[in-house]
């Protein structure tokens, strides 16, 4: 089954944002992406889980306090 990607200018759209700050949480490693050539790009599956955890306030499991 393929995946469906998203661009960081279609996610800066979506959210009301500037690309920069999308690029900024792929460059801090907060929303995984693949970079593919000059450009990212998003799987929707890691898109939504990003929403998930920084809009839910779930705690990322990543990081402790």
């Known amino acids: ?4 990607y998203l661009t960081v200018e279609h996610i800066a759209k979506e959210l009301g ?6 690029l ?13 050539g000059k450009t990212y790009r998003i ?3 890691d898109y939504q889980e990003f929403l998930d955890q920084r809009y839910t306030g779930k705690p990322d499991e990543e990081k402790k306090d």
């Open 1 to 4: 089954m393929s995946k469906e």
């Open 17 to 22: 944002l500037s690309e920069e700050t999308i």
């Open 24 to 36: 900024r949480w792929i460059r801090n490693k907060e929303l995984k992406a693949y970079r593919l």
């Open 43 to 45: 799987t929707k599956e």
